[in-house]
């Protein structure tokens, strides 16, 4: 999520009613679009959405169907299934990032949103922090370290990689176990990641 603006949520629901509550619940601290059907919320996703709450069980296209197609359009964005659909096995190959059911309270939304949006933040440092590394890495491999030392381009990469390294630190303390493991599953289930120890 780009630092400074408020995170986007999409809620998908076919009941409007259902939606709308969430979209009020929420819309005072994030910025919150509807669709009440599958079709809809693929016309309004794009590259801006932070997360999507989005309901299983819809007559046009399945909230399964639409977690598949987002995955497939390799959408950058965060989703938790809120739905009463009791999870069966049939979730495990499902590539969700959390699953909640109804009914659902203002909080609940609230703490998956700020957790999803958190691991969004920390993998989105993750990968700025090994795409530094190497950069550094790279430099100081074929530069002299004289040549390094007069560098203001090399004195600032080694600042922003201290900042990126910093932002990880504060990122990992206010993580749990339970937080980890979710980071880490995801990291299996999505794009390949950098292994955090190398870093």
């Known amino acids: 999520m780009t630092k400074g603006r408020r995170a986007a ?9 259902v939606a709308d509550v969430y979209a009020d619940q929420l819309g005072d601290r ?5 669709a009440y ?3 809809a919320a693929l016309s309004k996703l794009d590259s801006t959405v932070d997360v999507v709450l989005l309901d299983r069980r ?19 964005t965060r989703v938790a299934m809120v739905t009463a659909v009791d999870p069966d096995f049939d979730i495990i190959e499902m590539p ?8 659902v309270s203002k909080e ?19 990968r700025e922090c090994y795409s530094l590394t190497a950069k550094y890495a790279a430099l100081e491999s074929s530069k002299p370290q004289a040549v390094l ?11 922003e990689l201290a900042e990126v390294r910093a932002e990880l630190d504060e990122l990992t ?6 937080d980890f493991e979710l980071l880490f599953r995801n990291f299996e289930t999505g794009d390949s990641m950098p292994d955090s120890t190398q870093l």
């Open 37 to 39: 059907s599958g079709e």
């Open 30 to 34: 994030y910025t919150v679009e509807t």
């Open 108 to 126: 609940d939304l609230f703490q998956t949103i700020e957790q999803l949006l958190l691991y969004a933040d920390y993998e989105e440092r993750l």
């Open 96 to 103: 969700f990032d959390d699953y909640v059911l109804k009914p």
């Open 58 to 76: 819809m007559p046009d296209l399945s909230g399964d169907e639409v977690l598949s197609a987002i995955r497939e359009q390799r959408y950058d």
């Open 149 to 159: 030392d007069e560098s203001e381009e090399f004195t600032a990469l080694e600042a």
């Open 173 to 178: 303390d206010s993580f749990d176990a339970t």
């Open 9 to 17: 949520i999409l809620v998908v629901d076919d009941e409007p009613a």
